[in-house]
């Protein structure tokens, strides 16, 4: 199969920025995602992309496209405690349905 | 609570028993999914429905694994003599025909076989 590829680890100072990387592998991918996952718990939609854009800006969260790089990037403004949690990225696979998934970057906000 | 609920969200169990686990997709979601997670992994598809009809099966869908929507509405998952190896979080998620593909999750059914 494909495989979505993250770094496993990013520290960041609270109030600091934090940039997710992801790099994908289908190039037919139409649109690509971002998830958080809180211990224990379910994945919380964050954010998501259509392919023909390279930019989408959501209030603190900037996510960018390389589509020639099949790079994926999630930018978190003023990064607080609370964003401490694991990032996935995801992409709809060959099916059309279901979601691919990189194996998560787990992301510490220290004060 | 309009989200996605799977129950129980904890399961213990000793190998070799049956488990069942439910989930209820978001009112009017056609389409719902179900994953599995290890530690230390993303969520791994394992088999997706349209409205009642079961249209993808994951190669780790082994055959103790089975799946039902029978109207549509809330879907089962039950594993047949459970494994040391099916621990993990078991995720539904859904979303509807019509959208940009975005899923979304239920809080998970943490199992444990013992």
């Known amino acids: 199969g494909e495989d979505v590829e993250q770094s496993l680890f990013l520290s960041v100072r609270e109030g600091d920025s934090s940039v997710i990387n992801c790099t994908y592998t289908?190039?037919?991918?139409?649109?690509l995602y971002w998830y958080k996952q809180e211990p224990g718990a379910g994945l919380q939609l964050l954010t998501y992309?259509?392919?023909?854009?390279d930019m989408k800006q959501d209030q603190r969260l900037t996510v960018l496209l390389n589509k020639k790089d099949k790079h994926l990037s999630l930018r978190i403004a003023d990064t607080q405690t609370g964003d401490s949690a694991i990032y996935f990225c995801?992409?709809?696979?060959?099916?059309?349905?279901?979601?691919?998934f990189g194996k998560g970057t787990s992301l510490l906000v220290t004060p | 609570d309009t989200g996605v609920s799977q129950d129980p969200r904890h399961k213990i169990t000793k190998r070799g028993q049956n488990v069942t686990f439910r989930c209820d997709p978001i009112?009017?979601?056609?389409?719902l999914y179900w994953y599995r997670q290890t530690l230390g992994q993303g969520p791994e598809f394992l088999t997706y429905?349209?409205?009642?009809?079961?249209?993808?099966k994951s190669r780790l869908l082994s055959d103790r694994f089975s799946a039902e929507r029978p109207k549509g509405s809330f879907s089962t998952l039950e594993i047949q003599r459970t494994e040391q190896g099916d621990s993990a979080m078991y995720l539904c998620?859904?979303?509807?025909?019509?959208?940009?593909?975005?899923?979304?999750f239920g809080p998970g059914t943490r199992l444990t076989v013992t």
């Open positions: 009112s009017e979601h056609n389409r």
């Open positions: 992309i259509f392919s023909n854009m």
């Open positions: 429905f349209q409205n009642e009809a079961q249209l993808e």
């Open positions: 995801a992409e709809i696979s060959n099916s059309g349905y279901a979601l691919n």
């Open positions: 289908d190039s037919s991918s139409t649109y």
């Open positions: 998620a859904s979303n509807p025909l019509a959208g940009e593909g975005e899923q979304y």
